[in-house]
């Protein structure tokens, strides 16, 4: 565990030297990477040197023990064995677990779609619960919630919904939600009280900025109409919303939410860029699911992830079959337990990994 924590105090003073040199602050990238790196690279020196201080004071306490002199220091001695002995196990795991290669993509900013999946109207209501849980959540994360574009279902909801969520580890955090969400329950428009399942989909893209996909102007067409919705005068009379179509890939990505032409259509290329960030993504990450078998974020986006059972209050999470009897205040944002689960479980995998050789 020293040598190990050697070589990370070795790297973290040559990233401190390096992001202080002018040619690395003007490579925006570069900088970027690096000034992850040394924040990555800070947590675990800060657990090092709690782990150094433990094992210094674990020899010197044995050696006035050695000594045997004098009984009072003898006793202080042992308590001090004993508090170290009981703190190092658990601060090895907290390290381990620092020590796993972090995913550069999980500080990153995130785009999340909701779409409506089969059940009709009772799926876009569901969609839009979805949609009042992730904005809690992450308003209960000090995260701001900005709205890209949205298309309203027939009895409320959403048929889909897009919104971008800024703030630290944004999606590293919201990735473990992509997939498909079920609902079990008696739907708004049923008479005679039966039963639905009902399903959305949830994506999430991290949010690319410029320097990590560059997009030819050439290759995308821009549409310019008229917003739809709730939104005062400048609604269906000014042409404010944007539609980007890139040509090459097919993707579309387009913004009503601001009134301002200008806003729409920088959101849309913010967006447009992530779609296509993810596209490269995805190929990488399913090849590395495959490699060491995850069943946490596979980026299977058609794979069910979470039933919501209304009647038995419960809400299970079928990859690591967790399931917990708080629906109504899983619904209302409280989401962090899974989310909890969720990344333990993959960080397990992670460290299996790592003892496998792979």
Known sequence: ???????????????????????????????????????????????????????????????????GSD???????????????????????????????????????????LRAGTGGDEASIFAGDLFRMYSKYCESRGWKVSTVDYSEGTNGGFKEIQFE??????????????????????????????????????????????FDVEINPKDVRIDFFCSSGPGGQSVNTTYSAVRLTHIPSGLVAQCQDQKSQHKNKEKAFKVLRSRLYDMELEKKNAEDALKRGSMVSSGDRSAKIRTYNYAQGRVTDHRIGLSLYDLPNIVNGDIQKIIDELMLAENTQKLKGLADGI
């Open 165 to 210: 969520v800024n703030g630290p580890d944004v999606y590293g955090t919201l990735k473990f939600e992509a997939g498909v969400h079920r609902v079990q329950r008696v739907p708004q428009t049923e008479t005679q009280g039966r039963v639905h399942t009902s399903a959305a989909t949830c994506m999430v893209f991290p949010e690319a900025e410029e």
């Open 1 to 67: 565990m020293l040598d190990k924590l050697r070589i990370v105090k070795q790297r973290y003073d040559e990233v401190s030297d390096l992001i202080i040199q002018p040619d690395i602050i003007m490579d925006q990238k570069r900088y970027a990477a690096l000034m992850k790196e040394y924040k990555d690279l800070g947590d675990v020196v800060k657990k090092g040197d709690e782990y150094q201080t433990l094992t210094n004071n674990i020899e010197e306490a044995k050696e006035i023990l050695a000594d």
């Open 71 to 113: 009984a009072e220091m003898n006793e202080m001695a042992k308590m001090e064995i004993e508090e170290a002995n009981s703190r190092i196990p658990e601060l090895e795991n907290e390290i381990k677990f620092l020590l796993i290669p972090k995913d550069p993509e999980d500080s990153k900013n995130a785009v999340v779609e």
